[in-house]
């Protein structure tokens, strides 16, 4: 008997939306965020050389390459590993198939309407714009509430902060308030830092135990004061970002939240885990985010260093360093492959973690802004090479899973 039409775009849909590309978040906002992001920063990068002759939308380079850095490149990875990690660590259902297709779809609308702003109404823009990060809290909020662990509730801010953030910036924008609209990328930036504190901080303690425990025999004891005392002074830190302080209130909350984190650094010694990479990487990253730490306690005590010297120490070597890191553990992970990264990828964090060394050099004026080409070329050479390595695992069928030891649930989840 013949299929009716109906019948058939159905059973089109079903195969299309069954592809193993759309059975996990990772799969597609990995993909196309890494990919938009080196697409922004190659556009920023040959703008600024006066190669190509780009008229932001916001009528503003530095407010445009910071807010698709945040909301359309980093936005998209944040996604893909929230919605990735919360059913394995939540219980909750994995959003797949065509809720899936729909999150990335309103990430592309976002973009187109960001690019077309002068063709569409300031209010569409916004809504369009802002729309995954609301869908997607709206799709995990009753698996969550469901779930014996309310704590994982607490991921759920980041959403919200990345799409309060926006709809901030795009009011600002429409009003021509270019002081509040970088005030919303700041608010976009903070739910980012959540994200880093959860990746950098439960992570990495976590990764950090299993790497001692089956290399070494030993433990890595969790502190819970230590814990509860390094949140407290990171929300801190981030309320003196936001909120309207004095730089030296500020600039002490931040001293007081890198303290903290030294303290809980050293005591996941590094020197043990040198021959696993994917833990060290995280490591080095939460290096440069305590130098963050310290760099704006400093500028708000030091005349002439500017808010943009901490800003590159997180945005390059903190964040550029774990988000490579937990992408690549998140490709290899959940595509059935060994947690061994490939050499050249070795090579892509190591590109990673030191330029950040020369962007924050020109930030403090030690070296020329003709640095800013080759900074920004080795960051597009670092995440093309992820691309190189893994843009096809996030397409093609994962390998079998395997089975790996017990206590290991929180790794295999992330």
Same mark, same amino acid.
């Given at each position: 008997m ?103 779809l ?50 759920l ?14 009011l ?11 005030w ?11 994200k ?12 950090t ?14 502190? /819970? ?7 407290l002074?990171l ?15 500020a ?40 130098a963050?730490?310290?760099l ?10 500017? /808010?943009?010297?901490?800003l ?18 998140v ?19 190591a ?10 050099f ?35 069928p ?6 790996? /030891? ?9």
């Amino acid at each position: 008997m013949e299929m009716t039409v109906n019948e058939m775009n159905n059973s089109m849909a079903s195969g299309f939306f069954s592809a193993p590309f759309w059975q996990s978040a990772f799969r597609p906002f990995y993909l196309f965020g890494v990919i938009y992001g080196l697409g922004v920063m190659g556009l920023w990068l040959l703008t600024t050389l006066g190669t190509v002759d780009f008229i932001p939308p916001m009528g503003s380079l530095q407010l445009w390459h910071g807010h698709e850095m945040v909301f359309g490149f980093s936005g998209a990875v944040v996604a893909g590993f929230i919605l990735t990690a919360l059913p394995g660590w939540a219980g909750t259902e994995e959003i797949r198939g065509g809720r899936l297709a729909l999150l990335v779809l309103l990430w592309f609308l976002g973009r187109i309407a960001v690019y077309g702003g002068g063709y569409i109404p300031g209010y569409a823009v916004l809504l369009l714009d802002s729309s995954l990060y609301l869908a997607a809290t709206i799709m995990v909020l009753p698996g969550l509430l469901r779930a014996q662990n309310r704590h994982y509730l607490a991921l759920l801010p980041i959403l919200l902060m990345l799409c309060g953030g926006n709809v901030i910036f795009h009011l600002a924008v429409r009003d021509g308030d270019m002081a509040r609209a970088s005030w919303g990328i700041q608010v976009g930036l903070m739910a980012i830092v959540v994200k880093f504190i959860l990746a950098g901080g439960f992570l990495a303690t976590v990764f950090t135990g299993n790497a001692l425990r089956q290399k070494k025999g030993l433990e890595l004891v969790i502190s /819970p004061l230590l814990e509860y005392i390094s949140a407290l002074s990171l929300g801190l830190f981030i309320y003196g970002v936001l909120a309207d302080v004095s730089e030296e209130v500020a600039g002490s909350f931040a001293f007081m939240a890198a303290g903290v984190q030294l303290v809980r650094f050293l005591r996941w010694r590094t020197w043990l885990i040198l021959d696993a990479p994917l833990v060290l990487i995280m490591h080095l990253s939460y290096l440069w985010f305590i130098a963050a730490l310290i760099l704006f306690g400093v500028a708000a005590f030091v005349d002439g260093i500017g /808010p943009q010297v901490w800003l590159h120490a997180f945005t390059i070597g903190a964040l550029g360093l774990m988000m490579l890191s937990l992408i690549t553990r998140v490709a290899l992970r959940h595509t059935g492959r060994p947690l061994v990264p490939a050499r050249v990828m070795i090579w892509s964090f190591a590109l990673m973690f030191f330029v950040a060394f020369p962007r924050v050099f020109v930030a403090l004026g030690f070296l020329s802004e003709s640095w800013l080409v080759v900074t920004a070329v080795i960051w597009l050479v670092s995440f093309a090479i992820y691309i190189m390595v893994h843009g096809l695992l996030l397409i093609k069928p994962g390998l079998p899973k395997r089975d790996g /030891p017990k206590g290991r649930a929180v790794e295999s989840a992330s």
